[in-house]
């Protein structure tokens, strides 16, 4: 059992490496959290930060960009090399490890001079193969830990093959991190979850930790609590959170980070779960669901294959009258109608609609066997 409070100090104390193979261990660590400012800006705002984050006994490893890949030219692009013996004092002063991202070899090497010890490759790296190939290749025979952020594009095997360059590098230990994918007119976030494609990663590569973003998800301050909390509830491993000792005033990245203090609530107010329940007797409650729940899919996969069959004989009669497969009406009222009985049901119209949408292309594809077969 994780437990349900995130009071980590003690356990953490124990494992912070001075040496490389206890860094490599670090990513172990249940709930690993990871914390900094989004960008290292001055050697005081890099100090006060990790000394505040180290005072909350909550933080394993302190995080701050070195180089920050921005979108458009003109924005801070970060203070480069100059920060790392920042951050190396700010080590030495917390006696916490640190971890930055590099997106080039050169970067990797400056970073590795400087005693980092744990690099992450960021979300623009990880859509770009010849770039992870770059850092890959320059990872071969060094001993650190890698983190590996999803694409910025809702693309799983760009972050399945970014993950499968560095492995073949030799890299022993490889982390997920989620940190949501741009989308278009998605309002609510800066980048949208997409939990599926989240959890269909986490299923692929089940021995892997799996941390969460939260702040380049929200974009904001008010939603990171929520998502946090989401990611807990789906059994990730960790968090990677940004913090800033003034974050309004912030050089990058202002609107999401939060105080060194605020995280602290924030980890508190979070409800630590895990997957493994220890007791029997849950254990047997929640087998007793389950069952219930495989009946209730079987039940679904029957009425399915009566409302395919019912489809095929309407393919039947629209075949014999020469009537087309699709029409948009019917298929407006099916939609109208299911949705507001969805919503009596407590069911999201999100939900109902794609759904149906699956359901409707799928007794498409039935209809379309049933009209165009021959004989
Ligand atoms: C960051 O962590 O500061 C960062 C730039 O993240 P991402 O690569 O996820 O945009
Ligand atoms: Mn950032």
Same mark, same amino acid.
């Given at each position: 059992?994780?437990?349900n409070t995130?009071?980590?100090?003690?356990?953490?104390?124990e494992?912070?490496? *001075?040496d490389?193979?206890?860094? $490599? /261990?670090?990513l172990?660590k249940r709930? &690993?959290?990871i914390s900094?400012?989004?960008s290292a800006?001055?050697?005081?705002?890099?100090?006060?930060t990790?000394?505040q984050?180290?005072q909350t006994?909550?933080?394993d490893v302190?995080?701050?960009?070195?180089w920050k890949?921005r979108?458009?030219?003109?924005?801070?692009?970060?203070?480069?090399t100059a920060g790392?013996?920042?951050?190396?004092?700010?080590?030495?002063l *917390?006696?916490?490890?640190f971890a $930055? /991202?590099v997106?080039?070899a050169?970067q &990797?090497?400056?970073?590795l001079?400087?005693?980092?010890?744990i690099v992450w490759?960021?979300?623009?790296?990880?859509?770009?193969?010849f770039?992870?190939?770059?850092?890959?290749d320059a990872?071969?025979?060094v001993?650190?830990?890698?983190?590996?952020?999803?694409?910025?594009n809702?693309?799983m095997e760009?972050?399945t093959?970014?993950?499968e360059?560095?492995?073949k590098a030799?890299?022993?230990?490889?982390a997920l991190?989620?940190?949501?994918?741009?989308?278009?007119g998605?309002?609510?976030f800066?980048n949208?979850p997409m939990?599926q494609l989240?959890?269909?990663?986490k299923?692929r590569?089940?021995?892997?930790?799996?941390i969460i973003?939260p702040?380049?998800?929200?974009?904001?301050?008010?939603?990171l609590q929520?998502?946090?909390q989401?990611a807990?509830?789906?059994d990730y491993?960790g968090v990677?959170?940004?913090s800033?000792i003034?974050?309004?005033n912030?050089?990058?990245d202002?609107?999401q980070?939060?105080?060194p203090?605020?995280l602290?609530?924030?980890?508190?107010?979070?409800v630590?779960r895990?997957?493994?329940i220890?007791?029997?007797e849950?254990?047997?409650?929640?087998?007793k669901l389950r069952?219930?729940?495989?009946?209730l899919?079987?039940?679904i996969?029957q009425?399915?294959?009566?409302?395919?069959?019912?489809s095929e004989q309407?393919?039947?009669?629209k075949k014999e009258?020469?009537?087309?497969?699709?029409q948009t009406?019917r298929?407006?009222?099916?939609?109208?109608?299911?949705c507001r009985?969805g919503e009596k049901?407590g069911l999201s119209?999100?939900?109902i609609?794609?759904?149906f949408?699956?359901i409707?292309?799928e007794?498409?594809?039935?209809?379309?066997?049933v009209?165009?077969?021959?004989?």
């Amino acid at each position: 059992m994780r437990g349900n409070t995130c009071n980590n100090q003690n356990k953490s104390m124990e494992i912070f490496p *001075t040496d490389k193979q206890r860094t $490599v /261990e670090l990513l172990n660590k249940r709930p &690993l959290i990871i914390s900094g400012p989004c960008s290292a800006e001055t050697e005081e705002q890099v100090i006060q930060t990790a000394l505040q984050l180290k005072q909350t006994g909550k933080v394993d490893v302190l995080r701050a960009g070195i180089w920050k890949p921005r979108t458009r030219p003109g924005n801070f692009e970060g203070v480069g090399t100059a920060g790392l013996p920042w951050l190396q004092k700010a080590k030495e002063l *917390t006696e916490l490890p640190f971890a $930055v /991202e590099v997106a080039t070899a050169r970067q &990797l090497e400056e970073a590795l001079k400087h005693e980092t010890d744990i690099v992450w490759i960021g979300a623009r790296t990880t859509a770009n193969p010849f770039s992870v190939q770059e850092v890959a290749d320059a990872l071969r025979g060094v001993d650190i830990p890698v983190l590996i952020k999803n694409p910025v594009n809702p693309d799983m095997e760009l972050w399945t093959g970014a993950l499968e360059r560095v492995l073949k590098a030799g890299v022993q230990k490889v982390a997920l991190v989620h940190r949501g994918f741009s989308s278009y007119g998605d309002a609510d976030f800066r980048n949208a979850p997409m939990w599926q494609l989240a959890i269909e990663m986490k299923r692929r590569f089940p021995e892997l930790p799996f941390i969460i973003d939260p702040s380049h998800i929200c974009g904001n301050r008010h939603m990171l609590q929520e998502i946090t909390q989401n990611a807990i509830d789906l059994d990730y491993d960790g968090v990677i959170i940004e913090s800033h000792i003034d974050p309004d005033n912030a050089w990058s990245d202002a609107a999401q980070q939060i105080t060194p203090a605020r995280l602290k609530q924030l980890l508190e107010d979070i409800v630590w779960r895990t997957e493994h329940i220890t007791s029997e007797e849950l254990h047997e409650q929640l087998e007793k669901l389950r069952r219930q729940i495989d009946r209730l899919d079987d039940e679904i996969l029957q009425l399915l294959h009566h409302r395919m069959k019912i489809s095929e004989q309407i393919g039947l009669y629209k075949k014999e009258h020469d009537i087309t497969i699709l029409q948009t009406e019917r298929w407006n009222q099916i939609l109208a109608r299911v949705c507001r009985n969805g919503e009596k049901a407590g069911l999201s119209k999100e939900f109902i609609t794609q759904y149906f949408d699956a359901i409707h292309m799928e007794s498409i594809k039935h209809q379309d066997a049933v009209m165009n077969e021959h004989g």
